[in-house]
């Protein structure tokens, strides 16, 4: 690995993460911004990773999907706990393409195609069987039948402008290697813990 190829030292820390972290390797916090400038974040799950960059899933209708919408600027963060290690992420998220979108959604259990028409993400909702019933009526109207993606249902993939690896260390002197884009590929210093 080169150093200065962080999309390939995330490889590997994910690698030993999945092999490490109990229960999803994959999870890691999303930041995103409102209009008048105020902060949220959520965990969500990482689908994919390469060079082109951190895809994740949502309801474009729900409150991070709206965020992102307009203002496309966001942070990621991975913590494994087990490991001491974290990555921070920040860059741009744009969609992906509708074929990524369609063939991700096609891999995934039934169950969770329905939910992706059932669940008006975000919005406010009368009771859990209100919910349930709308999975029901669902399930009913698709049937046996295919379930196509949901228009408000897609992915956004986070292009990396700046990757922070973090590594505990004693007392706490962590071991801090920063990697910020150019036009020539990737710079990188060390900060102080």
């Known amino acids: 690995m080169s ?22 390797p994959n999870a890691m916090t999303l930041a995103t911004v409102s209009a008048d400038g105020r902060p949220s974040t959520r965990m969500v799950l990482l689908k994919d990773h390469d060079a082109q960059g951190f895809v994740f899933y949502t309801n474009f209708n729900s409150q ?13 963060c991975f913590h494994w706990k087990s490991l001491g290690k974290q990555v921070r992420i920040e860059g741009p998220a744009g969609r992906v393409p509708d074929s990524e979108a369609d063939a991700y959604y096609a891999s995934r259990p039934r169950g969770s195609r329905i ?36 228009p408000h249902w897609s ?33 990188e210093q060390r900060l102080q813990p």
Request: no cysteine.
């Open 115 to 150: 939910g992706a028409w059932a669940s008006e993400q975000s919005q406010p909702v009368a009771s859990r069987d209100v919910l349930e019933a709308r999975v029901a009526d669902l399930t009913a109207k698709f049937g046996a039948d295919n379930i196509p993606r949901p």
């Open 3 to 24: 150093k200065a190829d962080p999309i390939a030292q995330f490889g590997i820390w994910f690698h030993e993460a999945v092999e490490a972290e109990p229960n999803n």
């Open 64 to 76: 991070k999907g709206q965020e992102l919408l307009a203002n496309p600027n966001a942070s990621l």
């Open 155 to 187: 992915g956004f993939r986070v292009v990396p402008d700046r990757i922070e690896f973090w590594t505990d260390r004693p007392d706490r002197l962590h071991d801090r290697q920063v990697f910020v884009r150019t036009a020539d590929g990737w710079s």
